[in-house]
């Protein structure tokens, strides 16, 4: 009979630390509950999802490019520039091994210690055979691949390199091999005239975003004027097909067109034009559908823009 007991009294006791334990789990879910609602109390939601670190940070990189006037490049002759001699290759060293062998290498083998991490790696220049050349092996192959970088790669654009010296990097880049292809005749005289060699570049006008808007805001007659010239060309614009399609991919017109005056890169090449389309093209006033331009239609819109601001000395 006293087992009896003793075993009716062992179960009361568990039943008696369960229900301790239900209150005890109860009051702490409430104090977690409390401290949660205490911390939404103080969040900011204007700024929980606005990544306030990125955009600032882009904000002060955009403030902080240098204003440049345009200016002309000496005009270069491509037949001699495409031709080897001893200070070409050696002023080519000098800019390779200052901004090139980092990635490629010193000697050219694409095991340049900041290539480790790209993908896909760094060309290797003493084996040609290695890689697949988007742009060709030739001296007006490698000059496109510096003027317009290759996109999805580490490969940047070297278009603020002046031409001779884009030239001389090649040069001094071609005596890692000596059997890389020789140019024809025409396709030297193509490279002439796709980007102007002869005649002289001139180099982009450069204004940051920030301080662009900010001369609108003040006022700036100058500029006001000329965005304001170009905006009512492309409205009264009836046959252009550049300009078709240019209405066609703007979502702000003023924003759009403040966004092109502030850095007129784009300007270089139908190239560098997608690239600033593709770049932030919400922010910049254009429809995310930029991204399935074609070639043909980006190339279009380029000459025709292009035409635009060079008329209004933007």
């Known amino acids: 009979m006293s087992h009896n007991k003793s075993k009716f009294n062992i179960y009361d006791v568990f039943r008696d630390m369960e229900k301790f334990y239900g209150v005890l789990y109860m009051l702490l879910l ?15 939601f204007n700024k929980l999802f606005s990544a306030p670190v990125v955009l600032s940070s882009d904000s002060n ?7 440049k006037k345009g200016t002309m490049t000496p005009p270069v002759d491509v037949i001699v520039y495409s031709t080897p001699s001893p200070d070409l290759v050696s002023k080519g060293k000098d800019i390779y091994n200052a901004s090139c062998a980092s990635c490629h290498g010193e000697t050219g083998a694409g095991n340049g210690p900041a290539g ?12 040609p055979k290695a890689q697949v050349w988007k742009n060709g092996q030739t001296v007006s192959g490698m000059y496109v691949t510096l003027q317009e970088g290759i996109p999805n790669t580490g490969m940047a654009s070297f278009s603020t390199l002046p031409p001779e010296d884009r030239f001389a990097v090649i040069q001094y880049v071609r005596n890692f091999n000596p059997l890389y292809p020789k140019d024809t005749p025409e ?17 982009a006008n450069q204004i940051p975003v920030q301080l662009a808007m900010d001369l609108l ?3 700036n007659d100058t500029l006001k004027n000329d965005l304001g010239n170009i905006l009512s060309k492309i409205k ?6 550049g300009a078709a399609i240019y209405k066609e991919i703007v979502t702000d017109e003023n924003k759009a067109l403040n966004s092109l005056a502030s850095n007129m890169k784009w300007t270089e090449s139908s190239a560098e034009f997608l690239n600033f389309l593709k ?25 025709y823009l292009k035409n635009l601001f060079s008329a209004n000395r933007v």
């Not at 009264?236 to 097909?241: A, I, M, Y």
Request: proline share 6%; charged share 20%.
């Open 30 to 44: 409430g104090f977690l509950v409390f401290l949660g609602a205490k911390y939404v109390s103080t969040l900011d």
């Open 236 to 241: 009264s614009e009836k046959s252009d097909t």
């Open 116 to 127: 480790t991490s790209l993908n896909p790696p760094p060309r290797n220049f003493i084996d």
């Open 217 to 219: 805001v003040l006022g």
């Open 61 to 67: 990189m955009r403030a902080q490019l240098p204003v």
């Open 279 to 303: 770049t932030d093209p919400l922010d910049k006033g254009f429809k995310a559908g930029v991204f399935q331009l074609s070639q043909a239609d980006a190339e279009k819109t380029w000459q």
């Open 187 to 203: 396709e030297l005289t193509q490279l002439d005239q796709k980007y102007s060699l002869a005649t002289g570049v001139k180099a």
